[in-house]
């Protein structure tokens, strides 16, 4: 299984970007992909997930009501729209897969393998 992400870039707070993970190399009903982001001296953290099963997505306190996860398995792709961006939003932004053997919380980085190289986004005040 490999993910590439894309979609990264600088953009003003107020501002929105659509981030894109690739997925190749799975069964694409056996996966949840998720979203994760880590700040400049920040612990990594969830952003988001899709459950490409049953459809179910999950998300961060912090990027409730402003993102929405989608997927398109036509593409391979998951989606990660952006919106009504902020400052603390900025990060490297990963993309990366759990099989759905692996049972347990939605964004526990330990059942997600493999990773995507990341993408930068930055959010300028």
């Known amino acids: 299984v490999q993910l590439v992400e894309s979609g990264g870039g600088l953009v003003q707070a107020g501002g929105s970007l659509r981030l894109s993970c690739v997925v190749s190399g799975a069964i694409w009903t056996d996966y949840a992909i998720g979203w994760f982001r880590q700040a400049p001296g920040k612990k990594r953290e969830g952003v988001s997930s899709?459950?490409?099963?049953?459809?179910?997505?999950y998300y961060g306190d912090a990027v409730q009501g402003r993102f929405t996860i989608s997927s398109d398995k036509a593409k391979n792709t998951v989606y990660l729209q952006m919106n009504n961006l902020k400052p603390e939003d900025t990060g490297v932004y990963y993309c990366a897969a759990q099989h759905l053997s692996a049972r347990g919380m939605w964004n526990d980085e330990a059942l997600f393998r493999p990773w995507g190289q990341g993408t930068q986004v930055t959010v300028s005040s």
């Open positions: 899709i459950n490409n099963k049953d459809g179910r997505n």
